[in-house]
């Protein structure tokens, strides 16, 4: 009996080591995904950004704006020989009125196109591209700055008792310096985004991940806090980051069950 007891133990060891293994078998023999098929699903091809097209378009409609209305301000408000003409395209109405009448529908047209940059940058900053959200973070919001400080300077002189000339002119130089300041800024905007559909480049931590490798030299990049850049900075940088990140997992979970269910 003594010689039994320990064969019994021995038996029930590889027992259990056979339950084991057939529950692993079966967990190995569940349905795989091929390399190729996870890989295509999960790669994201490159996304261009249409806003330089909204800002090339709102650049021409401004640039339109400001030579009509000094037109209308030349010729209609200070009245050099074309009363007639200007009678029969405005009507009863004042010329100093039209203007101002089409600024505030142009400044309407610039909070669309502020709404709209937003939109499209929200869905960059999505994808990963973290720094060049960062970079035209402040770029894209000076368009409608510009003209909302323009609208109360035109207020402040529209309220202020002026003669009919003076008030003119001081409008239409309100107008070209909203010009001279937008122009610019959409300009800029529209080359920083052209650069950025040019290279097609991967999402910021790719783009990461290949540089912390290594540099040209063999040397390995330096990480850690920086005395350069603010700790603000890497906060919200760090903040991004995660964001993308928990975003980037939850959708490649979602793909993940999608392929296993498909197989």
């Not at 293994?21 to 098929?37: F, N, Q, R, Y």
């Not at 929200?122 to 720094?131: A, F, P, S, W």
Request: proline share 3%; aromatic share 8%.
């Amino acid at each position: 009996m003594d010689f039994q007891r320990p064969s019994a133990h021995v038996q029930a060891g590889p027992s259990v080591d056979m339950t084991q293994s057939t529950e692993e078998d079966t967990l190995v023999d569940g349905p795989l995904i091929a390399a190729d098929a996870l890989h295509s699903a999960i790669r994201r091809e490159f996304q261009t950004l249409p806003t330089h097209l909204h800002a090339a378009l709102l650049s021409l409609l401004h640039i339109v704006f400001v030579v009509l209305s000094i037109c209308v301000g030349v010729l209609c408000v200070l009245k050099f020989g074309q009363e007639e003409r200007c009678m029969h395209f405005l009507g009863n109405e004042p010329g100093s009125s039209i203007i101002v009448y089409a600024k505030a529908c142009l400044w309407l047209l610039v909070l669309a196109f502020s709404c709209c940059l937003q939109h499209h940058h929200n869905k960059v900053r999505g994808r990963g591209y973290l720094q060049f959200y960062r970079q035209t973070q402040q770029l894209k919001h000076l368009p409608f700055t510009i003209h909302s400080s323009g609208n109360v300077l035109m207020l402040i002189f529209l309220t202020v008792r002026l003669s009919q000339t003076v008030r003119t002119y001081m409008l239409l130089s309100i107008l070209g310096l909203e010009l001279l300041l937008t122009f610019p800024c959409l300009l800029y905007y529209s080359v920083k985004v052209m650069q950025f559909n040019s290279e097609r480049a991967a999402p910021d931590v790719n783009q990461e991940e290949l540089s912390h490798s290594y540099r040209v030299t063999g040397q390995p990049i330096e990480t850690g806090f920086r005395g350069a850049s603010t700790l603000e900075e890497v906060v919200e940088k760090q903040a991004d980051l995660i964001e993308y990140l928990k975003h980037h997992n939850s959708l490649l979970s979602k793909r993940l069950l999608n392929l296993t269910a498909q197989h």
